[in-house]
Antibody, heavy 121, light 107 residues
Framework: QVQLVESGGGLVKPGGSLRLSCAASGFTFSDYYMSWIRQAPGKGLEWVSYISSSGSTIYYADSVKGRFTISRDNAKNSLYLQMNSLRAEDTAVYYC??????????????WGQGTMVTVSS | DIQMTQSPSSLSASVGDRVTITCRASQSISSYLNWYQQKPGKAPKLLIY???SLQSGVPSRFSGSGSGTDFTLTISSLQPEDFATYYCQQSYSTLVTFGQGTKLEIK
């Protein structure tokens, strides 16, 4: 079935780095834009980043621009988020999500289960 | 960025009630408005896309309407499984934004 599975979360000190992965299955990954969305404990949803199907077009939220890097490997059906210079306010559950029609104007119809990132000394 | 404002932030209702949640965009977003339901510890679930289209598998008691800047999500007859938090989201801009959420609680 169509599935997204995140991994790579954990506890990291402020200023540290972490790389999240999202493994896709059950659909043609290379046909879809992909996104990362996060949710701080007890808070709402915050979009983080978008990458086009080829990886040639990328967008970031202002809150992570210059610190986070989104990438993908279509041969491995995988999405990544490299997070550097982490701050306490980056503590959140990170979800990867697929836009339904494959493009950035579409709703997110498939979400992973999320991976928790905790930034604390 | 396009700001999305939901109201109310929380709502108490009873099983069988009709409930409406409102979402307002800071600029026109045509019909690029989506609604999600989230239960504790779970990923969000898509309910309504393009303002009024019901996602496959979602019960018909859920409906959406609106265009431009003002949108509504209506649950026609609340069921016990509907108590959750609801989010609107605009996909007009690639810089996606979500509303702050509406927590629907049992009265």
């Amino acid at each position: 079935q169509v599935q997204l599975v995140e991994s790579g979360g954990g506890l990291v000190k402020p200023g540290g780095s972490l790389r999240l992965s999202c493994a896709a299955s059950g659909f043609t990954f290379s046909d879809y834009y992909m996104s990362w969305i996060r949710q701080a404990p007890g808070k709402g949803l915050e979009w983080v980043s978008y990458i086009s199907s080829s990886g040639s077009t990328i967008y970031y939220a202002d809150s992570v621009k210059g610190r986070f890097t989104i990438s993908r490997d279509n041969a491995k059906n995988s999405l990544y988020l490299q997070m550097n210079s982490l701050r306490a306010e980056d503590t959140a559950v990170y979800y990867c999500a697929r836009p339904q029609g494959g493009y950035d104007e579409d709703a997110f119809d498939i979400w992973g289960q999320g991976t928790m990132v905790t930034v604390s000394s | 960025d396009i700001q999305m404002t939901q109201s109310p932030s929380s709502l108490s209702a009873s099983v069988g009630d009709r409930v409406t949640i409102t979402c307002r965009a800071s600029q026109s977003i045509s019909s690029y408005l989506n609604w999600y339901q989230q239960k504790p510890g779970k990923a969000p679930k898509l309910l309504i896309y393009a303002a009024s289209s019901l996602q496959s598998g979602v019960p018909s008691r859920f409906s959406g309407s609106g265009s431009g800047t003002d949108f509504t999500l209506t649950i026609s007859s609340l069921q016990p499984e509907d108590f959750a938090t609801y989010y609107c989201q605009q996909s007009y801009s690639t810089l996606v934004t979500f509303g702050q959420g509406t927590k629907l609680e049992i009265k």
